[in-house]
């Protein structure tokens, strides 16, 4: 994607041989998963003055086939570390950012800077902050939008993919997405990436987040509706299917075609349309335009 100030690439394109070292560049190590995404000039001096990180070499090198699987296997170790670590049974709690030692230096590092948040801003709901990321060009698969997310820092805490609680905050969630300044750039269904998925058991849906109060906590068990799936637990969801109230005739999550990860529907314009804020299961590796970042209060 050609640089610009307000068109988005993902954070997550950055290469490392330590998925866990430092974010930022001290000089030291030639070795460092400090974002090489196509920023302004401005940013990239902001970023780089410390440690005279070569962004241009790097990004020329996450251009390349060698590049793009680096990327996504860095991805891809860190959502398997994480998912290990989970706790199941739907209480959550695997506490990956205090108990792992990769997400501890997650942890860590964010504590040491305060706030890393690439220009979008961060609106508060509740005890909770969120961070709209994306625009309505954007193409952004699960795994990008789940990288990037552990990667964002605000009040010192990490980032990760949105797990949604309640009716309010699946509202607010959706909200945020139409309000986006590019919403309305086309006239495409609009699509946001949340931090659930079943790669761990078929059907059994989880929130994967990494925060001590929703990883590993699971919503959903028995996938399609149509072959006995319900929600798990009392936990809320909004799958679109007719247990929840929606006469479409979708029955989600359906598992079709290996969909393995769940995004908002966000709808394609500014009103209220009867199935804008439900969920889907979709293929990971499929380009959705947002996805929305959580901090712990």
Not at 59 to 67: A, I, M, P, Q, Y
Not at 94 to 112: I, Q, T, V, W
Not at 149 to 161: D, E, I
């Amino acid at each position: 994607m050609a640089e610009s100030s307000t068109s988005y690439v993902p954070v997550s394109d950055r290469a490392s041989s330590d998925f866990g070292g430092s974010l930022l560049n001290n000089g030291t190590s030639s070795s460092s998963p400090f974002p090489t995404s196509s920023y302004t000039p401005n940013q990239r001096q902001a970023m780089s003055s410390g440690g005279g990180f070569d962004f241009d070499r790097v990004k020329d090198f996450l251009s390349t086939t060698v590049g793009k699987a680096v990327v996504g296997v860095t991805a891809l170790t860190l959502l398997i570390v994480i998912i290990v670590s989970t706790t199941g049974g739907g209480g959550g709690g695997s506490d990956y950012f205090n108990n792992n030692p990769r997400g501890k230096m997650l942890a860590a590092n964010c504590e040491k800077i305060g706030d890393l948040l690439f220009g979008e801003p961060v609106h508060q709901h509740g005890d909770h902050y969120y961070q709209l990321v994306g625009d309505a060009a954007s193409s952004l698969t699960w795994m990008e939008s789940f990288n990037d997310a552990l990667h964002r820092c605000h009040n010192g805490k990490p980032g990760y993919l949105v797990a949604i609680q309640s009716k309010e905050e699946n509202d607010f969630v959706l909200d945020l997405i139409k309000s986006s300044h590019t919403y309305m750039q086309n006239t495409q269904e609009k699509w946001a990436w949340i931090g659930a998925m079943d790669m761990k058991n078929e059907g059994e849906f989880e929130w994967v987040t990494g925060s001590s109060k929703t990883d590993g906590r699971i919503f959903w068990k028995g996938g399609s509706p149509n072959n006995g799936g319900k929600p798990y637990n009392n936990q809320y969801n909004l799958f679109e299917n007719s247990l929840n109230g929606y006469s479409s005739g979708a029955q989600e999550p359906n598992s079709a075609g290996e969909e393995d990860c769940v995004a908002m529907r966000a709808g394609h314009q500014k009103g209220q349309g009867t199935s804008d804020g439900t969920w889907n299961d979709e293929n990971c590796y499929h380009g959705k335009q947002f996805f929305i970042v959580e901090f712990d209060g």
